[in-house]
């Protein structure tokens, strides 16, 4: 980490020139990278210290806290003292290998969840070696020049060397000072200033609201302010997710029955002149079988296990609620550009009153002809188009990085388009911005509608301005036409209004771009001074193709019962037209602009909510308006967000989607899903993952609990009607570890059905087991009783077998009915065999391992004392078989006769 004696310099005092030369570092290249790793490997990481986890040895201790377990052991204890060894060691070995297991999954589930945390962790915008690019943020070293702008979460501690005129940060986490700060990259002369008061300077977990700047990291780690003041991050405890609230309370009622049917099989057999031993080991052996008491933790390995399958699908989930969330999803709000569009935006159209150039070739390749009436062209001979492309060029944020032959885009990809569209005529922005070097920037406000840079041309200074064209050209009194400047008449400004809508009919993003000769250096960069009086210059239309897979992914929506609403900042056409394409807006259709949504009251809208699938030019604020008026009708919502403004809108919704590429940290923070891929098909996606883990939790619960339920029958039913006890407590503990778990946890990893898309959203206030999915456990659980006794009936009294033989036959069939049942929960619509009985290969695995350890422990003769079991012979497992698929077979014609009503 950082040293103390870097940690006590007072950056703020020195000059950016002398911060970085006692750094050892350039204010424009940057470090070197050898010096950035020789730093890395004397500093360490820049990461916060954080609470230690639970070690493998604590994590399986853990597992002997329940109080089940504690009575077996207690059980095992007093089957010693009485010198039944066999039942104690064969109980402690049940114990020990239920703790080993549940380690397995535990430690598997940190595992996958700290794999997930380390994939979020966050990346800055850095500078080395005069290069720029992106680096995570664990490897920032002092000296190191980052770049940041409004939406980042800071990283580090830096001293500020180059700012916006607008730059501030919110430094409410350190100083709880709610208004955000302006800086400046000025030296300030205060020997004790105050983390509030250091103006020059931006600390780790503060965050930009405007502008952008330059910094140099001066300390990082536990030697950064929050590092200090924290001395130690602790963990977020882990969050309970409302399905495992629903389990526990479900649970609760599940001990309270099983306790009291226990307590009469207790009385029963003691009733009947049972050893007390062996009724008392029979009560705690049943009732470990009975109490699911494992299900909370069961459902956090598959919901942990199911978000890593998430991200094989671009999802990645930070809070685990979010997944269950998700299969209640009625409707997605989605931003337009990147995630229903691929965000490559190019320029097709340079549009003047009178004439329309078209530019061809298609992503950021600077290769592509211009056309004017079909006709191929030197663009160099149209002044009015060189100076519209000029105009863009200058009034960017941008970069063209050429690599490899291949040619990618720093910044903004509607910057970058322009960018390619000036490249294809010859103009380059490194040999521009040498000829008008850089003043100010005012950077792009989503209630402004526009940026505006400010450079120096020759003795003075032009500001360049780039913006929407409805609004632009209310700042615009005249155009440049042929190299001269003329009043531009309102004559003019319609038919320019009119054009501007004919391109964005065909789906396109259109710019409108300026100029205006300033008198002298501005001492106040005012957007109200700055930006008026300006000179038009052209628009500029690009096209930013929808996604192949978006139309797909809308469609699939719509079968889903899901609503696919857009809301975007370009103009109201070009958003409708994509709309279309996609499929998501039709003759019932409604789009609205944001000052049509000004217009209506909150009782209007709600009225009008439910039709409109566009919005187009809205504010950060009617996001959020629109969000609570889907929620107002009892949706479920999920928002997507990329820019610090949607923040508020994405945490409002009830699923927060952040873009992972373009996404700002502030969004990603309070958003309860990352898009890593910034694609629409992927959120469906996530959605369908998220109704596929909910029903294999449900299967399984559905599983354990009615395997659960037939081995309680068979005990009550077998006291009630004097029989003698069919199981004894080992067998039971064996069907409750082995037969129960293996296939339980296979089902928690059952692909996703073929028609989970094709069904309405889940109702959130839906309970797990309903009461027709209560009946059907009960029904099942009675048929695997029933079996059961079944065969220790016919054993006993058909065919006169002794008390052994008989119980193996009841401990074979209860085994192997609840391995066939395992199949029966896969769907419960669906045939077995429609579903084919390999589709899920986990599951076949777990239930062959199951059987062979049913035939284990029954013919190896070390086992079979153990278990007080005999050899079957060959009409035993004709009988044995047929009971035990009956079950099955029963459960496969009631789907059928479901299926033709």
């Not at 003691?270 to 909370?296: K, Q, Y």
């Not at 609620?321 to 209640?328: A, D, F, K, W």
């Not at 897979?549 to 929506?557: D, H, K, L, N």
Request: overall charge neutral; some cysteine.
């Amino acid at each position: 980490m950082t040293t103390e004696r870097d940690a006590m310099i007072k950056w703020w005092q020195k000059d950016a020139v002398d911060a970085a030369r006692e750094l050892g570092t350039d204010l424009n290249k940057g470090l070197s990278l050898q010096a950035a790793g020789d730093r890395l490997r004397e500093y360490g990481p820049n990461e916060l210290k954080e609470a230690a986890h639970d070690s493998a040895f604590e994590i399986f201790i853990a597992q002997f806290k329940s109080f089940i377990i504690w009575v077996l052991i207690a059980a095992a204890v007093i089957s010693g003292f009485l010198n039944e060894w066999g039942d104690a060691l064969a109980i402690l070995a049940v114990v020990v290998l239920n703790a080993f297991l549940g380690f397995l999954q535990e430690y598997r589930a940190e595992k996958s969840l700290a794999a997930l945390k380390k994939m979020s962790s966050p990346v800055s915008r850095i500078i080395r070696s005069g290069v720029r690019g992106m680096l995570p943020s664990r490897e920032l070293v002092p000296g190191d020049l980052i770049e940041i702008e409004a939406g980042d979460n800071l990283q580090a501690d830096c001293r500020v060397c180059w700012v916006t005129r607008n730059f501030a940060v919110q430094e409410a986490s350190l100083t709880g000072e709610s208004i955000p700060v302006n800086k400046t990259e000025l030296p300030l002369n205060i020997a004790d200033a105050g983390l509030a008061d250091r103006a020059n300077m931006i600390y780790m977990g503060t965050s930009v609201v405007t502008g952008k700047a330059r910094a140099l990291v001066v300390n990082t780690g536990m030697s950064t302010e929050l590092g200090r003041i924290a001395g130690m991050i602790q963990q977020q405890a882990s969050e309970q997710t409302p399905l495992q609230r629903k389990l526990e309370e479900f649970g609760r009622w599940i001990v309270y029955i099983c306790f009291a049917l226990v307590g009469i099989v207790f009385v029963l057999e003691m009733l009947r002149g049972g050893r007390m031993l062996d009724v008392f080991l029979t009560a705690v052996s049943l009732a470990v079988a009975a109490i699911p008491e494992g299900l909370p933790a069961v459902v956090t390995v598959a919901l942990a296990l199911g978000v890593q399958r998430m991200v094989k699908r671009n999802a990645l989930i930070r809070k685990l609620p979010s997944v269950e969330t998700l299969g209640c999803a009625t409707v997605i709000c989605t931003d337009k550009t990147g995630t229903l569009t691929k965000n490559e935006m190019t320029v097709q159209r340079v549009a003047f009153p009178g004439r329309v150039f078209s530019v061809e070739g298609s992503g950021y390749s600077p290769e592509g002809d211009f056309l004017l009436g079909g006709s191929k062209i030197n663009p160099l001979d149209y002044p009015e188009l060189k100076k519209a492309l000029l105009c863009g060029v200058l009034c960017n944020g941008a970069e063209l990085v050429f690599s490899s032959g291949r040619t990618s885009v720093v910044g903004d990809p509607t910057e970058g388009a322009i960018l390619v569209a000036a490249a294809k005529m010859g103009i380059d922005k490194s040999a521009l911005e040498k000829e008008f070097p850089f003043v100010e920037e005012i950077p792009f406000d989503p209630k402004r509608k526009k940026m505006s840079i400010v450079r120096r041309e020759g003795d003075g200074f032009t500001v360049f301005v780039k913006g929407a064209p409805d609004v632009l050209l209310g700042d615009c009194s005249e155009i440049e036409e042929n190299g001269a400047r003329r009043r531009l008449s309102p004559e003019e400004k319609k038919r320019i209004l009119e054009l501007n809508d004919s391109l964005a009919d065909g789906a396109m993003r259109v710019l409108a771009v300026a100029y205006r000769p300033l008198d002298g250096r501005p001492e106040d960069y005012n957007p109200d001074f700055i930006e008026r009086y300006l000179v038009f210059c052209g628009l500029i239309a690009m096209m930013d193709p929808p996604r192949p897979e978006a139309a797909e992914a809308v469609s699939r929506c719509r079968r889903a019962g899901i609503r696919t609403v857009m809301i975007t900042g370009d103009h109201k056409n070009t958003a409708v037209a994509v709309a279309r394409i996609l499929g998501f807006f039709d003759s019932g259709s409604g789009a609205l602009s944001g000052e049509d949504l000004d217009l209506l009251s909150e009782k209007e809208f709600a009225a009008r909510v439910g039709n409109i699938a566009v919005y187009a030019r809205v504010s950060p604020e009617h996001k959020l308006r629109i969000v609570r008026a889907w929620r107002g009708r009892g949706e479920i919502v999920a928002m997507t967000g990329d820019g610090v403004n949607d923040a508020p809108a994405v945490k409002e919704a009830d699923i927060g989607v952040a873009m992972g590429i373009t996404g700002t940290d502030v969004t990603k923070e309070v958003s309860d899903m990352v898009v890593t891929d910034d694609n629409f098909s992927s959120i469906v996606a996530a959605v369908e993952e998220g109704r596929g883990i909910y029903g294999n939790i449900r299967k399984f619960i559905h599983y354990l609990l009615s395997c659960n339920t037939g081995e309680i029958m068979v005990m009550f039913a077998a006291s009630l009607f004097g029989l003698p006890v069919p199981l004894l407590p080992i067998h039971i503990l064996w069907v409750n570890l082995v037969t129960d778990s293996l296939p339980a946890l296979a089902l928690g990893v059952e692909p996703v059905e073929r028609d989970v898309m094709s069904r309405p959203p889940r109702d959130p206030q839906e309970k797990i087991i309903d009461g027709g999915r209560l009946k059907l456990m009960l029904f099942q659980g009675a048929l695997i009783a029933f079996c059961s006794l079944a065969a220790f009936v016919f054993e006993l009294f058909v065919r006169k077998q002794d008390l052994m033989e008989a119980r193996t036959a009841a401990f074979i069939v209860l085994s192997c009915s609840q391995l066939f049942h395992a199949f029966n929960c896969r769907s419960m619509e669906r045939s077995i065999f429609s579903l084919g009985i390999f589709s899920n290969a986990k599951l076949a695995a777990a239930v062959l391992v199951s059987f062979l350890l049913l035939l284990a422990a029954v013919y190896m003769p070390f086992f079979s004392d153990i278990f007080s079991v005999s050899s079957p012979d060959l009409l035993d497992w004709v009988v044995m078989v047929a009971l035990s698929s009956l079950p099955l077979w029963c459960v496969e014609l009631v789907k059928k006769v479901r299926g033709r009503q």
